[in-house]
């Protein structure tokens, strides 16, 4: 079946700094990709789809400047923490499809937290 | 904007026991995917329902998207360890939006052997 493979699965890093996460189609390509955010109990919140060589789209709410998102090429979609702080802890997640009215595959998330 | 409701949020059930998930959608939806998530995991998707008072089943667990495609439920049947996780509804709407999903608040399962 269709797999996305994200990395890091988690990451510990200082405030004020950056973080990117990848998110790669393996056995499929992967025109859009979504990035989600997830808190501890709690559902998985849209925070801006990525489509492949142009402009992510953002919910309302969701700094583009601070969460880049960059998806150069049919098979990897990247999501940049930057300026982390500690509020921005979370897990973050990322899902595709191999294509349209199907059901989408997820990676495997990445648990960041800022200290 | 469109929201997705799911209940209840927690159930715990004895093995062999039943267990039913609610979504409620404020608007119409083009379809209603079901995905569950193990503790520490990621969402596996399940199924989707497209169209309207559709049932499906997969082993013991059964799917509705009820006649207006406003509502959906999963019902298990005879609820395994197997089974604790949290189950999401995500629904679609039908202005698409490059197949954007709401996902609902989502149901953690627990079963107690």
């Known amino acids: 079946g269709a797999v996305v493979s994200q990395h890091p699965s988690w990451v510990i890093c200082k405030s004020g700094t950056s973080v990117k996460i990848e998110c790669r189609s393996l056995d499929f390509q992967a025109t859009t990709m979504f990035w989600y955010r997830q808190f501890p109990k709690q559902s998985l919140m849209l925070m801006a789809t990525?489509?492949?060589?142009?402009?992510?789209?953002?919910e309302q709410g969701v700094e583009k400047d601070k969460f880049l998102i960059n998806h150069a090429s049919l098979t990897l979609s990247t999501l940049t923490v930057t300026s982390a702080h500690p509020e921005d802890s979370s897990f973050y997640i990322c899902?595709?499809?191999?294509?349209?009215?199907?059901?989408?595959?997820f990676g495997s998330g990445t648990r960041l937290t800022v200290v | 904007g469109q929201q997705v409701m799911q209940i209840p949020q927690y159930q715990h059930v004895q093995e062999g026991e039943d267990f039913t998930t609610y979504c409620n959608s404020s608007?119409?939806?083009?379809?209603i995917q079901w995905y569950k998530q193990r503790p520490g995991g990621h969402p596996v998707f399940l199924i989707q329902?497209?169209?309207?008072?559709e049932v499906k089943k997969q082993k013991r667990l059964t799917f509705q998207f009820g006649e207006a495609k406003k509502n959906s439920s999963l019902h298990i049947t005879a609820t395994q360890t197997t089974d604790v996780g949290t189950y999401f509804c995500?629904?679609?709407?039908?202005?698409?939006?490059?197949?954007?999903?709401?996902f609902g608040q989502g149901t953690e399962l627990s079963v107690k052997p």
């Open positions: 990525s489509n492949e060589g142009s402009k992510a789209t953002y």
């Open positions: 899902s595709a499809r191999v294509r349209a009215g199907e059901g989408y595959t």
């Open positions: 608007t119409t939806l083009s379809n």
């Open positions: 995500a629904g679609g709407s039908w202005d698409n939006q490059g197949g954007k999903l709401i």
């Open positions: 329902l497209v169209k309207s008072g």
